[in-house]
């Protein structure tokens, strides 16, 4: 007898719930990027606490590389496309912006999901907790098969 399901109910529909990164097939042209990066750099540039003169001496402070204002405005303006934001200016941008959007943003290119700081405590008990789940179930047939041969 099939089960009615009662509209009244919750149900569980665990795509709405959770966003699960899935990368780009790799086609002609599907990864360029550019556009993309140059909003994120400006969105992050305009909502950061620091202005783009205290970002740039930080940047460049912690890559000894002079590093202007002038440089992350094209970095981040669309009319500049020549203007290439380098890969290795990424982890000083992220420390002068406390964020980890640059990061974040490959990680979701790529079809991954990027955990820092305390987030690795509960993404590790939840790898701990399934292991445990299928431990326990390999447990029980093992004792299942042994309680079947006596």
Known sequence: MKRKIDGRQLSMDF???FEIPTPKDPIAGSLDYG???????????????????????EMSRLTGREIS?????SWSAESREGWRF????APAFEVATETYVLSE?????RG???FAGED???AELGK?????????????????????KR
């Open 120 to 122: 690795l405590y509960a």
């Open 86 to 89: 380098p890969l290795e200016f």
């Open 15 to 17: 795509e709405a719930l």
């Open 35 to 57: 556009l993309e990066i140059r909003h994120l750099i400006s969105d992050t540039l305009k909502t950061c606490k620091k202005d783009r003169f205290v970002v740039a001496a």
């Open 112 to 114: 991954c999901k990027l």
């Open 128 to 148: 701990l907790e399934t292991l445990k789940n299928e431990i326990n179930s390999k447990i029980k047939l093992l004792k299942q098969h042994i309680e079947s």
């Open 69 to 73: 204002k002038g440089q992350l405005d």
């Open 105 to 109: 943003f490959l990680a979701r290119k």
